[in-house]
């Protein structure tokens, strides 16, 4: 469903609300309409944000996405399609993408509202995200990890177990983002600890990229 001109040009002014719905994962879900980009929201999180969705757009910025060598991509936590829908529309990259999601209703709200309208091919699969990469025996040259339930992170997705999962799905020369809350000092201890103690276990020349309030953990420097 497209927003109407008017529509657009007022929610540069106001946001517009559109639906909500809950879910056996999310006790609340909103769609709105914000600067003319589609907005799902839970009570403490914005899951996506179109092309304005920063955290990712920054950190694509700051890898030059466009000049990576990259066919096929893996997104942990789909939401609306927001790295889709900007690769494709600020980045005029189109790959074929692999959504994981498991939540019916987000997978829903995406194809209502933004992957209908795109051309990047996209399977969406609704399960789990940890059971796909502990199973999934396919690779990729962009693995984008972002896993949320409201603010918070699940604990299985903090596991060696886990993120050796996510190497294994790494092609030789792959590119692995994975997004973490760096704003509140809680966020940032465990984020730093998460990064030191876990994450470098696993991916020894790993950094991370400070993305103004999150910081987006790689595997490698760039």
Same mark, same amino acid.
């Given at each position: 469903?497209?927003?109407?001109?008017?529509?657009?040009?007022?929610?540069? =002014?106001?946001? @517009?609300? #559109?639906?909500?719905?809950?879910?056996?994962?999310?006790? /609340? !879900?909103?769609?709105? &309409?914000?600067?003319?980009?589609?907005?799902?929201?839970?009570?403490?999180?914005?899951?996506?944000?179109?092309?304005?969705?920063?955290?990712?757009?920054?950190? =694509?910025?700051? @890898?030059? #996405?466009?000049?990576?060598?990259?066919?096929?991509?893996? /997104? !942990?936590?789909?939401? &609306?399609?927001?790295?889709?829908?900007?690769?494709?529309?600020?980045?005029?990259?189109?790959?074929?993408?692999?959504?994981?999601?498991?939540?019916?209703?987000?997978?829903?709200?995406?194809?209502?509202?933004?992957?209908?309208?795109?051309?990047?091919? /996209?399977?969406?699969?609704?399960?789990?995200?940890?059971?796909?990469?502990?199973?999934?025996?396919?690779?990729?040259?962009?693995?984008?990890?972002?896993?949320?339930?409201?603010?918070?992170?699940?604990?299985?997705?903090?596991?060696?177990?886990?993120?050796?999962?996510?190497?294994?799905?790494?092609?030789?020369?792959?590119?692995?983002?994975?997004?973490?809350?760096?704003?509140?000092?809680?966020?940032?201890?465990?984020?730093?600890?998460?990064?030191?103690?876990?994450?470098?276990?696993?991916?020894?020349?790993?950094?991370?990229?400070?993305?103004?309030?999150?910081?987006?953990?790689?595997?490698?420097?760039?």
């Amino acid at each position: 469903m497209k927003p109407s001109r008017l529509q657009k040009i007022w929610s540069h =002014f106001n946001d @517009i609300y #559109i639906e909500s719905t809950s879910s056996d994962f999310n006790e /609340i !879900l909103h769609v709105v &309409l914000s600067r003319g980009r589609y907005q799902l929201l839970t009570e403490n999180a914005i899951y996506s944000f179109g092309d304005l969705y920063s955290n990712y757009r920054k950190a =694509f910025d700051k @890898i030059n #996405i466009a000049q990576q060598k990259i066919g096929n991509v893996l /997104i !942990l936590g789909f939401g &609306l399609g927001s790295i889709p829908f900007m690769l494709e529309n600020k980045y005029q990259q189109n790959y074929h993408y692999t959504a994981i999601e498991i939540d019916e209703a987000v997978l829903y709200f995406a194809n209502k509202y933004v992957t209908q309208y795109l051309k990047s091919p /996209i399977e969406m699969i609704q399960t789990d995200a940890f059971a796909y990469v502990m199973q999934s025996n396919q690779q990729f040259d962009l693995v984008c990890m972002d896993v949320f339930i409201d603010d918070e992170i699940p604990t299985q997705f903090e596991s060696i177990d886990f993120l050796e999962g996510l190497k294994k799905q790494l092609s030789p020369n792959g590119i692995l983002l994975l997004n973490r809350l760096y704003l509140t000092a809680s966020d940032k201890k465990k984020t730093d600890t998460f990064f030191k103690n876990d994450f470098l276990q696993v991916f020894p020349e790993g950094q991370f990229l400070d993305v103004d309030g999150n910081l987006m953990l790689t595997n490698r420097g760039f």
